[in-house]
């Protein structure tokens, strides 16, 4: 059984800062990919980062490259998102995701689709006032 929990979401004002964090729960992996998703009202999910869990390679949307880092503490099996000059734009609800089959060579190519993740977590609600 593989659990995915978020937290650190809540109300900034904008060009503030927020950090989510994402524990996963899981027997033993070897390799993972580990992303962040977020999903406005009205509109479809979007892929925000994303690190190989082996290496710490990472990848981002490009409306968040400048401000969001992605980061992991495999001690904690946590995920981070340090998410810094936020925008009003940037209010969603972030889900974290894990997709336990991923291989190096596939991982970047991925890494953005949200149908490759076999664990979503409960998500976290983020509000940027203006």
């Known amino acids: 059984q593989v659990q995915l929990v978020e937290s650190g979401g809540g109300l900034v004002q904008a060009g503030g800062s927020l950090k989510l964090s994402c524990a996963i729960s899981a027997r033993t992996w070897s390799r993972a990919i580990m992303a962040w998703f977020r999903q406005a009202p009205g509109k479809d999910r979007e892929f925000v980062s994303a690190?190989?869990?082996?290496?710490?390679?990472?990848r981002s949307a490009d409306s968040v490259t400048d401000r969001f880092t992605i980061s992991i503490d495999k001690s904690r099996r946590t995920t981070y998102l340090q998410m810094n000059n936020l925008k009003p734009e940037d209010t969603a609800t972030y889900y974290c995701?894990?997709?336990?089959?991923?291989?190096?060579?596939?991982?970047?190519?991925?890494?953005?689709?949200?149908?490759?993740?076999?664990?979503w977590g409960q998500g976290t609600q983020v509000t940027v006032s203006s």
């Open positions: 690190i190989w869990w082996p290496t710490g390679a990472t």
């Open positions: 995701a894990a997709d336990l089959r991923a291989i190096l060579s596939a991982w970047y190519e991925r890494s953005p689709r949200s149908d490759v993740y076999q664990y």
